[in-house]
């Protein structure tokens, strides 16, 4: 073992591929193009040479592998290797050309002649991008150090025997369970508990005005601080009010700081939000920018020194401001453990990653009896032990109808049975639902989503209505079926595509698909921990969890808009010119914007473009004190192109240090300097460049380290394929039109949805669904909300496989 | 079955009291039924497997020799800077050179996270911790007790978590150590708004009549994932019998609680713990990283009572994640400590191709390396600090110094960081350095199942048999 020596044999030689994996630009060091090939025999313990480095890999000068541009692995679906008997498949051609003849000449030495990799490159047996981006990319960049043996023609015929003879068949996801998320989890039990549900709104106004807000589609308990002005106004004498004092300086307009307040006619009054930190606060009303009021409605008020008085407002955060039921739910969902995400899935409910164990055992309990004690009575009173009944008689309806909202589905017999014998030796109806809440809570049957369907004769399975109706409901609301969606699955109104289609759209009306596309979005873009991500107080002093919160309900509030009242294209997440902010949002952009912590939609500064511009993304795709091409970089590629790089090789250094004399681009010259780094690095630096005017907050600069910022930027190989191509861009709207041609760019945002709903990402036997999502979605014109109607109308929405069957340690 | 009074309910301010010592200054005691003060001789009762992230200062690209691995011979060695802390428990640990992961994945976190504890490549097995769990610590109230300090920051993918329950099936560890001590101390699973902390102790039929319940509940449930099994066969079979595990576990702690009470005399003495050290451990700030050394000190104290406490055998805590964002020199009252300037883990721990002092990254990498193994001393401390029968706590437990790459800035996978600390009951002798050609840690990690009692034959791949020389 040499520890001295600074690169192992094995890793000099991974690095070279990875340098060469792109194509353009790198010259292979080749040796004579004619070298014999030595290929390792299969299951040789390649951990021992790659270890000691006392072996070098086959052929390592002229071998050359696409590890750069590997589309085929995925971290979370393990696939098993394809079998191959023999290679007697010449009869499978391409445009006449003899694909398994030209596999074993130009693709098998360094992918193995089943495909299955070798230390040189990557498999390619369990590819699972659609076979046209595999034939572009072989067609582009095949093999490395000579793309021109392989024109268009032979590529074809290169996937064409890959797809028949080495893929495996496409098939359905694995039938399984699904354990709710904590977003899930929360979201059901609102659903499922009469009485604790929030209210759905549109506006303020449908909450309680006083207390309550409309986020994201349902009203929320306004935290601590955040104080609610309304001044009655029935006749609308006035034609704009705004709040004045002493904490906006006493503003004599909106102009100065003056907090606007906006006519509610639902109220007859006017009514403004804003965030006012612990402390006593005179103030007084405005009318048009002349006559100062006092609230008509505070009986608190001081001299005012002119003769009048001040109304005054006590701010007191004791933090043990709400007890309702929607913070304590909220609560008891935060205490079960983080979901367990395997890497490069960005959601939180992947199918078959989190187990449960004790933890989430105690959880359970502890919730469901909470959760009983709240809502017994409204359980007891809403299904069927109510006024006029008798208990323990109505048992069997209460078991029935809180079992078909907890369960998703009618109960069996049996079920009634058991649920009925463990519940009726309670008092009476209130402590019998109260024990029948803690028991389903705790039942696998509300704990999982079902999505076990039933035989289809051929081996195969279609899932049921009741679980057709949960897929659709968590997919679209991201919570259990409404009533409506249940009846429709009892009615065989979801056994057909076009019944699906129908629900979807219904589905899409609803505050709660409102509240899903932010969760979604947020998600999507790795912003969701945006409240957390630390950052640099000293530098960033403004950065507060106020204004985080903002940045989050940005992303919520733009796709949720883009999807369900704007034009729903999806080349607007690249280009949108428009999007929501606050006031304090609007000031980190340098736009103007109505004051106040309600997001308005608002024009977007030039400078930002979509979700490109958006500080939530920016600021966790960047340290705690500085930018980070790389991250940004990986962004575009991984999360709006869907194209996953290897991890950096083993001597990557990393953050380069933060020198005061060097800019942000100078000190990660290095990657694309360095011919070891350029390989992988020149897909990403060059694109994450680009956002150079955006520091760790997302806000915009133009000075790095004292000298002007360069973001001059390259969309380079904007079609994922691992070839070189360039595409320089000035700004981010120039990055954004360049994304919104990208037909790449669209399907990965489909891509992204079916993983979303399949709950992981696509295996190989995944890549014809993903396919034909691809291609609906492009014949919709690109249009995200007929996306997602198209996703639930597709075959594979509601077929399944066998599940998995390893077996238990 | 008499029927005993249920789980005493646990306030902060029951334990602010007992530990603060303002009316009981007694210590806790460890009375679990019939349970053995001690183990047999010759074997350790419990294991603490502590891990931080990101490698230590070990041989530089450069050709700079480890300033982690001791250098000498088995009984006559020298510690090198980063594991000075470890002075005082010299005598009581184990130190080794050339033990590797093998070549898979070499150069990666995350392929060094997976293999970690498991053994196996791509972390295609069960890790060690949750084996012994299922083994040796079956029997305890928690089976594993799995301590995360900030280790689900940034929404982590599950690749940065070191406990595997099965086959590439990773578990969440406890971020919130307020969340630990309520599963411990705070009484039934049913702690939410309840726990007056009044009574306790017997014969609260309120409380009885919980517990009742939740037994209902839980009988319920095990009674349809058993059904679920026998309809589904070997698929799903991991997830439900995790499922299982789970509710069986808190079915035996509800029917068999494991009394904590206040016992003059016993073998576990109170740490001590007031409400500033409550609050400091950062409730609503779980992710803030100046609460970083608060939440390891409060999750290394949870741990030491649970084992002292007999509430488990086998404790993992997880300090952070790999490549981690965690802003050490926010740690105020260290030598890193730099409020205008912001030193991550990961960030130090790519110091370049040499050692060199008069870099930052090397300086703070440095810094942020002897502070980890001063906690796993500090660690150590508190054992040592706890009678128990002849001895300390710390004489019959063993304990693993781990993370998932040997250098932090070549992230190879040989020469592993790993220290072994404790009596182990006798089964393992300190004081040594233990040096190998490149051999497999999974005979390290057999020989801890070994220590504890789980005479395996080998853990995960290429391993044959305890680590040549641990044991004895």
């Known amino acids: 073992m040499r520890l001295s020596h600074p690169i192992t044999t094995h890793a000099r030689m991974t690095l070279a591929a990875l340098v060469l994996g792109l194509g353009a630009g790198c010259t292979p060091p080749t040796q004579g193009g004619g070298a014999t090939l030595t290929l390792p025999s299969q299951g040789e313990d390649a951990g021992t040479d790659a270890a000691t480095g006392d072996t070098p890999p086959p052929n390592s000068e002229t071998c050359i592998g696409v590890a750069c541009s590997d589309g085929g692995t995925t971290n979370d679906d393990a696939t098993g290797d394809a079998a191959v008997t023999d290679s007697a498949a010449a009869d499978v051609t391409g445009g006449g050309l003899d694909g398994a003849a030209l596999y074993a000449s130009r693709c098998a030495p360094c992918h193995g002649p089943a495909a299955a990799g070798t230390s040189a490159g990557p498999a390619l047996d369990h590819w699972h991008l659609p076979l046209a981006q595999l034939t572009t990319r072989i067609a582009g960049s095949m093999p490395p150090n000579d793309p021109t043996q392989c024109d268009q023609a032979c590529a074809e015929a290169i996937a064409a025997w890959l797809e028949a003879k080495i893929l495996p068949a496409c098939a359905p996801r694995r039938r399984g369970l699904r354990l709710l998320s904590r977003r899930e989890w929360e979201r059901t039990v609102q659903m499922v508990l009469p009485g604790l549900g929030p209210a759905a709104c549109q506006t303020d106004v449908d909450c309680a005005v006083q207390n309550e807000s409309c986020v994201a589609g349902a009203c929320v308990a306004d935290p601590c601080g955040l104080s609610t002005f309304v001044l009655p106004d029935p006749e609308k004498k006035h034609g704009k009010v705004h709040v004045a004092g002493a904490f906006n300086g006493w503003a004599k307009t909106v102009a100065a700081g003056g907090a606007a307040m906006s006519w509610q006619p639902k109220l007859g009054a006017w009514l403004a939000k804003v965030t006012l930190q612990p402390g006593t606060w005179p103030y007084k009303f405005v009318a048009d920018e002349q006559n100062w009021i006092t609230d008509p409605a505070n009986p608190d008020k001081i001299d005012d020194g002119y003769g009048g008085l001040n109304s005054v407002l006590t701010v007191a955060c004791t933090g043990a401001a709400n007890t309702g039921a929607q913070a304590l739910i909220g609560k008891l969902a935060a205490g079960f453990p983080a979901e367990v995400r395997p890497s490069g899935y960005a959601f939180d409910q992947h199918a078959e990653a989190t187990l449960v164990q004790s933890v989430h055992v105690e959880q359970q309990l502890v919730a469901a009896a909470a959760l009983a004690k709240l809502s017994g009575a409204a359980v007891a009173q809403n299904d069927g032990c109510g006024p006029g009944t008798a208990w323990p008689a109505c048992a069997d309806a209460m078991v029935q109808s809180f079992g078909r909202r907890a369960f998703r589905r009618p109960l069996l017999t049996a079920e009634v049975d058991n649920y009925r ?63 409506l969606l249940l009846q429709a699955a009892e009615t065989g109104a979801l056994s057909t595509a076009a019944g699906m289609g129908k629900e979807a759209e219904r589905l899409l009306t609803l505050p709660h698909a409102r509240s899903l596309l932010g969760a979604f979005a947020l998600m999507w ?83 930002r473009s979509g979700v490109l511009g958006m500080a939530a993304p920016l600021a966790t795709t960047a340290h705690s004190d500085q930018s980070s091409p790389i991250r940004r970089g990986l962004f575009v590629r991984n999360q709006l192109l869907c194209h996953e790089l290897p991890p950096p090789p083993p001597d990557a250094g990393g953050v380069p240090e933060v020198d005061p004399n060097a800019t942000t681009k100078e000190r990660f010259a290095q990657h694309t300097a360095d011919p070891f780094c350029k390989g992988c690095h020149h897909a990403i630096d060059p694109v994450g460049f680009g956002f150079e005017h955006f520091d760790a907050v997302g806000g915009w600069r133009t000075l790095d380290a004292g000298k002007p910022v360069d973001a001059a930027g390259d969309m380079v190989d904007v079609a994922a394929v691992g070839a070189g191509t360039s595409a320089p861009f000035a700004s981010l709207s120039e990055l954004g039109a360049i994304l919104a041609k990208s037909p790449v760019a669209r399907d990965c945002h489909a891509t992204w949805w079916w993983r979303f709903a399949a709950g992981g990402k696509e295996r190989s036997e995944d890549r014809c669904a993903v396919q034909a999502l691809h291609t609906a979605f492009a014949q919709s014109g690109g249009d995200l909300r007929k996306l997602l109607v198209l996703l639930v109308q597709q075959p594979g929405f509601v077929q399944r496989g066998p599940g998995i069957t390893e077996a238990a340690p | 079955m008499s029927r005993r009074a249920a789980r005493r309910k646990w306030t902060r301010r029951d334990l602010l009291r007992v530990l603060g010592g303002v009316s009981l200054a007694g210590p806790i005691a460890s009375v679990l039924g019939e349970r053995e003060a001690r183990a047999a001789a010759g074997t350790a009762k419990r294991i603490i497997f502590f891990y931080f992230p990101d490698g230590v200062p070990g041989a530089s690209q450069a050709g700079d020799k480890s300033q982690f691995h001791p250098t000498g011979s088995e009984k006559n060695f020298i510690l090198p800077p980063v594991l000075a802390p470890l002075q005082p428990y010299q005598s009581q640990c184990v130190f080794f050179r050339g033990l590797t992961m093998g070549g898979t994945d070499s150069g990666s976190h995350p392929g060094g996270a997976k293999k970690l504890l498991t053994g196996v490549d791509g972390g295609g097995g069960r890790s060690v911790d949750q084996h012994l769990a299922q083994t040796i610590g079956k029997n305890a109230p928690f089976s594993h007790l799995y301590l995360g300090v900030q280790a689900s920051a940034n929404n982590a993918s599950g690749d940065k978590y ?52 939740d037994l209902s509940v839980l009988d319920n449930a095990i009674g349809e994932v058993e059904a679920l099994q026998a309809k589904l066969g070997a698929e ?98 260290t030598a890193m400590y730099d409020p205008n300037f912001d030193m991550r883990s990961h960030q130090a721990s ?82 040594r350095l233990l040096q190998f050609d490149n051999h497999r840690h999974g005979d390290l990690l057999a020989g801890l199942c070994h220590a504890m009692g789980e005479k395996v034959a080998g853990y995960g791949q290429q391993s044959t048999g305890p680590l040549p020389g641990l044991l004895g």
């Open chain 1, 525 to 607: 873009l790795g912003a969701d921990a945006i409240a957390e991500v630390p950052k640099s107080a000293a530098l960033y002093p403004g950065f507060d969890a106020a204004l985080r919160a903002a940045a989050e309900a940005e992303v919520r509030r733009f796709y949720a808009y883009l999807l369900l009242d704007g034009s729903a294209d999806v080349t607007e997440l690249f280009t949108a010119n428009w999007t929501f902010a606050d006031a304090a949002l609007a000031a980190h952009y340098g736009i103007a914007a109505g004051s106040g912590p309600t997001l308005q939609k608002v024009a977007q500064s030039p400078q």
């Open chain 2, 162 to 213: 070191i406990s595997y329950w099965s086959a590439g099936q990773t578990v969440t560890p406890i971020d919130d150590p307020h969340k630990a001590f309520a599963l411990l101390f705070g009484g039934s699973a049913n702690g939410v708004g309840a726990g007056t902390g009044g009574s306790g102790g017997s014969g609260d039929p309120a409380a009885a009549a919980e517990v009742a319940a």
């Open chain 2, 236 to 333: 799903q079979k991991v997830r439900l019998e995790a499922h299982l595990a789970g509710l069986r576990e808190v079915e035996k702690r509800l029917k068999n609680p494991p009394q904590v009470q206040p016992q003059p005399g016993a073998d576990c003495k109170a740490p001590v713990l007031d409400a500033k050290t409550w609050d400091a451990w950062g409730q609503n700030q779980l992710y803030d990283p100046a609460k970083f050394p608060a939440q390891l000190d409060a999750q290394m104290e949870l741990a030491v009572l649970a084992l002292a406490c007999d509430l488990t055998r086998v404790v993992t805590i997880q300090c952070s994640q790999h490549t981690s964002e965690l802003i050490m020199s926010r740690f105020a009252g």
């Open chain 1, 421 to 483: 014998k463990r519940i009726t030796s309670q008092p009476d109806a209130t402590a019998g639902a109260q024990r029948l809440v803690r028991l389903m809570l705790c039942s696998p049957h509300f704990l999982y989503r079902f999505e076990l369907g039933s035989s289809d004769g051929l081996g195969g399975f279609t899932l049921d209505p009741w679980e057709r109706a949960s897929l659709l409901a968590y997919t679209l609301t991201g919570g259990p079926p409404d009533a």
């Open chain 2, 350 to 431: 790519h110091y370049g191709a040499k050692h060199d002092p008069t870099k930052k990254e090397f300086q703070h990498f440095v810094w942020q390396r002897t502070w980890f193994v001063e906690q796993f001393a500090k660690l150590l401390a508190k054992l040592a600090a706890r009678p128990e029968g002849n001895g300390t706590m710390l004489d019959n437990t063993v304990l693993l110094l781990c993370t998932e790459v040997s250098d932090g800035n070549t992230h190879l996978h040989h020469d592993m960081p790993m220290v072994v600390a404790g009596g182990a009951g006798g089964a393992i002798s300190g004081g």
